[in-house]
């Protein structure tokens, strides 16, 4: 499962604009897709671990706690009784996310994917020591809390694996298969070790910069260097 970004922020300052970039982006799209559940089941089909049985599931799991505010609870109640998140909601949870962090004093720039989630690409002002980037990360917890954790959670679950599994990289393959960007040879584990390497572009067999490519990525929880 995707660990939890709130237990990998401890990062050295960067050595370049793009490198920090790289991890700026890594983390919010963390943030924004963590598995909510740290839970599995076993599918008794395919016996791949999966988060849960379905989304409503999911919903249920949250609308359960009484740590929810009022505006997760509505989105939550609403997707329970659609079946799913709407854009509408996702988008609002979004902008509440860019609003308080711009009134924080950091403005985030994204780009939309063909799946209709959000990938952040960069961060101005650009935070250069380590004070800077905690100060950044204390301030899109804050600004995520209520407000965009949860929701961005659900709907990157929702959009980039339907299929709820547990296994990000194996979520990120399916996609990349489905659109015929690798053949059925490539495996969660080769991506992954594509990934840990110091040169993605290099180490995979298909343009991870194209916008169904990141959206395979993104979708699965995951991120990688393009610059």
């Known amino acids: 499962m995707t660990a939890s970004p709130r237990k990998i922020i401890k990062h050295s300052v960067a050595t370049s604009t793009t490198a920090f970039l790289s991890c700026v982006s890594l983390l919010v799209c963390l943030t924004a897709c963590t598995t909510p559940s740290d839970k599995t ?29 009022q505006f997760e609870r509505e989105v939550l109640q609403r997707a ?10 996702y988008e609002t949870a979004h902008d509440k996310q860019m609003s308080c962090m711009s009134q ?6 994204t780009r939309k994917l063909s799946n ?12 250069s020591t380590d004070a800077e980037v905690n100060d950044y990360m ?19 679950l929702q959009q980039g ?38 040169d993605a572009a290099k180490n995979l067999p298909f343009d991870i910069s194209s916008d169904t490519a990141q959206s395979c990525i993104a979708g699965a929880g995951l991120a990688a260097n393009i610059g």
């Open 116 to 127: 209709g989630l959000y990938q952040t690409t960069g961060v101005s002002p650009t935070p």
């Open 104 to 109: 924080n004093g950091w403005e985030e720039q």
């Open 80 to 89: 329970r009784d659609n079946g799913k998140i709407s854009a509408e909601d």
């Open 41 to 69: 089941t076993t599918d008794s089909v395919d016996s791949q671990a999966r988060i849960a049985p379905s989304m409503n599931a999911l919903f249920d799991q949250y609308l359960a706690k009484d740590t929810l505010s």
């Open 138 to 156: 204390e301030a899109s917890d804050t600004c995520s809390t209520g407000t965009s954790k949860i929701i961005e959670s659900l709907y990157q």
């Open 161 to 198: 694996n339907p299929g709820l599994l547990a296994d990000p990289y194996e979520t990120a393959v399916e996609c990349l298969k489905k659109n015929d960007l690798v053949d059925e040879s490539f495996t969660g584990r080769k991506l992954e070790n594509a990934l840990g390497g110091d």
